[in-house]
């Protein structure tokens, strides 16, 4: 009747339908445009929240969709991989893309844990079900964004390829043997080294992801055994801040980011930690933002850039600035018995332009907080900028100070648990022969130095414990299978210093927590780990104004944990844009 009574034409097109749906060529994400309503918000995040811009309204009329500029793929923008526009997308538009668990309806239940990356520690929320995790969500707020690895990079916990059982060498093959066997064994072993070859002969490398009941048992087994040869190959031997503050630890909190009236950031601090950098775009609108950084980097395009060469030299023609400048007190100079050596050092640095900029603008901000990357910024310019937080007073006052980024959700707790053998350390020892034991967890020393191969293989015993095959785990006479985050319990301390709480998801898919087999080791070791080992407060040193040789070199950040490794190389498997 109205068709009728309107005259309505039923032969004309009124509006044109088509399936708009075409296979994306990221490896994590996937988008159905049949599902789309156009809203805007994936657009408006990834552009003012996310600050990656790699999305945008495409075309007019009908033929209108969200998709990156012409219609290019994701891998070709500069998208970043948080997965933040899945989270956004009312209609299911976009979407998770898993290669290895088939998308259901299911009631997942929520375990609200820690991400298991960098050292910003963030709470991700796990969503699992039959000892199988589904997908890792922010917690709710977009405040709480968590960057692609802690969002994608999930899919070690249900790999079909995980270690699953432990295995021993025999006849140069590796077989399957129990817990039992394989953890009494690597404690006979042990012993028998210690017995036969005396103290410092059996070095433990250790990834900073573990929690610090974890770290505190392999300690308390390191002890046992007469070795002090504790550490990681993330750590480097030239000294940090802890030779300026006292101790290695940051000044200020991540909360405390938000009332800072200045921040400067070190180094790729975007791009190696982007959750923080999201924090800090959000802060930029209301906050001065400086950016001082060798490579490029996202933040160059919300904050000031600083022009530099090299960042020892940069941060100490800052703090030359800051004395010729008056900011910092003839005073409290000279209450430093080195600040004679320290002026002689400065004395040859030509302030240029930047240089003069960042001291002008931390001389005068009230609350300056300086966050400085250290997968990308040399020990010695962390150093300097320990020297200018201790002569400013910024180093124990609140909202300001100098925060250090670290390369692992734990290297803060593993380091004031004791986990300070450098890398340099632990490769003269197996170069010399001066250790007849190693044994790593969690980090894949030969498939970043495989120099250190032939090493290896001279040793009376060398012990693996990871998650994922790699090729440390191919040479090695026991490896020994490693639980997820997912399956741990504990606690871990992030950058900023904040205690992080890890909550287990399901039981191990190994039939034995990580805890559970560092405890057992330690019982038929005839030890055990205090709660003490925990918490331990790490005594302050005496505070030293650090004296810059200017002639570091750029630094070259490396990836020894094996599943941060499978991740990246997914992502660069699919051409995808990764540091």
């Known amino acids: 009747d109205y068709i009728k009574k309107y005259e309505i034409d039923t032969t004309k097109d009124y509006g044109k339908k088509e399936r708009k749906y075409k296979e994306t060529d990221h490896p994590f994400i996937a988008q159905n445009q049949d599902k789309c309503v156009q809203c805007g918000l994936c657009v408006r995040t990834c552009q003012e929240v996310v600050g990656a811009a790699a999305l945008g309204l495409v075309n007019r009329g009908f033929d209108t969709v969200i998709a990156p500029e012409f219609e290019h793929g994701l891998k070709d923008t500069d998208c970043i991989s948080c997965g933040q526009c899945i989270d956004v997308c009312p209609t299911g538009a976009w979407l998770e893309k898993r290669t290895n668990i088939k998308e259901i309806p299911l009631n997942l239940e929520k375990t609200t844990s820690v991400c298991s990356y960098c050292s910003v520690t963030c709470n991700v929320v796990y969503e699992h079900k039959d000892n199988v995790v589904y997908k890792a969500a922010n917690l709710p707020g977009i405040k709480n964004a968590i960057c692609g690895k802690g969002k994608f990079g999930i899919e070690h916990i249900n790999d079909k390829n995980r270690i699953l059982e432990p295995k021993m060498k025999i006849n140069g093959k590796h077989e399957a043997v129990s817990f039992d066997v394989s953890l009494f064994e690597i404690s006979k072993r042990l012993r028998s080294i210690q017995n036969l070859y005396g103290e410092n002969q059996i070095a433990f490398v250790v990834s900073p992801k573990l929690t610090n009941e974890e770290l505190a048992n392999v300690k308390a087994v390191a002890k046992e055994l007469g070795t002090e040869l504790t550490g990681s190959f993330l750590i480097e031997k030239e000294s940090g801040i802890e030779a300026v503050l006292g101790k290695n630890k940051s000044t200020a909190a991540f909360s405390e980011l938000e009332s800072a009236d200045l921040i400067i950031s070190a180094g790729q601090v975007y791009e190696q930690h982007p959750s923080l950098g999201i924090m800090l775009k959000k802060i930029a609108q209301k906050t001065k933002i400086m950016s001082a950084c060798l490579l490029p980097t996202r933040m160059n395009d919300w904050s000031q850039r600083s022009q530099l060469d090299n960042y020892e030299i940069f941060f100490a023609g800052m703090l030359k600035a800051l004395i010729e400048k008056g900011a910092i007190k003839e005073e409290v100079l000279n209450r430093f018995s080195n600040i004679n050596e320290l002026r002689k050092a400065l004395a040859d640095i030509e302030i240029t332009k930047s240089m003069e900029s960042a001291a002008e603008a931390y001389k005068n901000a009230k609350k300056p907080i300086i966050v400085a990357d250290e997968n990308t910024v040399q020990n010695e310019a962390l150093k300097v900028l320990a020297n200018i937080t201790v002569l400013t007073g910024n180093d124990n006052k609140p909202h300001r100070g100098l925060i250090v980024t670290k390369p692992k959700c734990n290297s803060q707790g593993a380091w004031d648990i004791g986990f300070r053998t450098s890398r340099e350390e632990i490769t003269e020892a197996l170069e010399n022969g001066s250790i007849k034991g190693l044994v790593v967890i969690g980090e894949d020393i030969l498939g970043c130095n495989p120099e250190l191969k032939e090493a290896v293989k001279k040793l009376k015993l060398f012990v693996v414990f ?114």
């Open 466 to 579: 990871d998650i994922l095959e790699s090729n440390t785990t191919a040479e090695a006479e026991f490896v020994v299978p490693m639980c997820s985050i997912a399956e741990s319990k504990g606690t871990m301390v992030s950058a900023d210093n904040t205690v992080k709480e890890v909550k287990e998801a399901f039981e191990p898919l190994t039939g034995k927590s990580n805890l559970q087999m560092l405890e057992y080791i330690g019982e038929l070791l005839n030890t055990k780990a205090e709660t003490t080992e925990v918490s331990e407060e790490i005594k302050e040193t005496e505070k030293a104004l650090y004296i810059p040789a200017l002639n570091s070199k750029e630094k070259v950040y490396r990836i020894y944990d094996t599943v941060e490794k499978e991740y990246i190389r997914k992502l660069k498997e699919n051409c995808v844009k990764v540091q």
